[in-house]
Nanobody, 124 residues
Framework: QVQLVESGGGLVQAGGSLRLSCAAS????????MGWFRQAPGKEREFVAT????????YYADSVKGRFTISRDNAKNVVYLQMNSLKPEDTAVYYC?????????????????WGQGTQVTVSS
């Protein structure tokens, strides 16, 4: 079965950096567009970034543009989220998601598979 497993979360001070990883198994990874979403306490899950099948096209939420970078390694079946200049408002559980098409999407309901999430906490 398809599994997505996130890692790399933690506690960091404002202005710091973290790199999240999402390891995929049970699927032909290069056939999937991938996305990162986040959910803060009491809030709805929101889009962060997405990447197409090859890694050649990416798209970001305005709130993270210029600070976060999504990338993928199809040989290793991994998608990454490099997060720089972190702010307290970035604090959330971060989820990796996959959709069985090569096309990107910003919508949660377009993604069939989800990881369990990894906590990112940014202190001020």
């Amino acid at each position: 079965q398809v599994q997505l497993v996130e890692s790399g979360g933690g506690l960091v001070q404002a202005g710091g950096s973290l790199r999240l990883s999402c390891a995929a198994s049970g699927l032909t990874f290069s056939n999937y567009a991938m996305g990162w979403f986040r959910q803060a306490p009491g809030k709805e899950r929101e889009f962060v970034a997405t990447i197409n099948w090859s890694g050649g096209v990416t798209y970001y939420a305005d709130s993270v543009k210029g600070r976060f970078t999504i990338s993928r390694d199809n040989a290793k079946n991994v998608v990454y989220l490099q997060m720089n200049s972190l702010k307290p408002e970035d604090t959330a559980v971060y989820y990796c998601a996959g959709r069985a098409t090569t096309l990107m999407s910003t919508l949660t309901h377009h993604y069939e598979y989800w990881g369990q999430g990894t906590q990112v906490t940014v202190s001020s």
